[in-house]
């Protein structure tokens, strides 16, 4: 299959939960057809008592989200900007 997005590209989301969020892709990941977009579907981890985190910490993380549900900037730029005209 191939993806209309990639890593480093700009998208904004066009549906879910987060839509009209924008932000950066981080990782692409092909075998489940999700990608992680920086800012998107943030998580909170507990990490437990360890040498990097000594007293323990709670860490936000981007989760993955579908790739149907986001679309490049440009092109949802463009669309909206024929909508008006």
Known sequence: MK???K???EVIVISGAH???RGKILNVIKDRCR?????VA???RHMKKSREYPEGTI??????I??????????FEAK??????
């Open 66 to 75: 579908h790739y149907s549900n986001v679309m490049l900037a440009s092109k």
């Open 42 to 44: 943030v998580h909170k």
């Open 80 to 85: 909206e900007k024929a909508k008006v005209r």
């Open 59 to 64: 860490l936000n993380k981007e989760g993955s």
């Open 35 to 39: 990608v992680v977009v920086e800012g």
């Open 3 to 5: 993806y209309k997005v």
């Open 19 to 21: 839509k009209g969020k």
């Open 7 to 9: 890593r480093d590209d």
